[in-house]
């Protein structure tokens, strides 16, 4: 798996809307429709709509 990156402001909004912590999550893809997160300590990935 590769390294998350830390999520841009609108991603954290997005991340936020979802009701999600923005500071637990990172991203590992950017797609249109969605985005891949990884937890920071847990290493448990998600998906969410945008």
């Excluded at 998350?4 to 991603?11: A, D, I, L, M, V």
């Excluded at 997005?14 to 990884?38: F, M, P, T």
């Amino acid at each position: 798996m590769k390294n998350g990156k830390r999520p841009t402001k609108k991603q954290k909004q997005q991340i936020e809307a979802a009701g999600l912590n923005s500071s637990d999550w990172l991203i590992v893809k950017n797609l249109e429709q969605e985005l891949h997160l990884v937890h920071r300590s847990k290493m448990e990935v998600i998906t969410i709509s945008i």
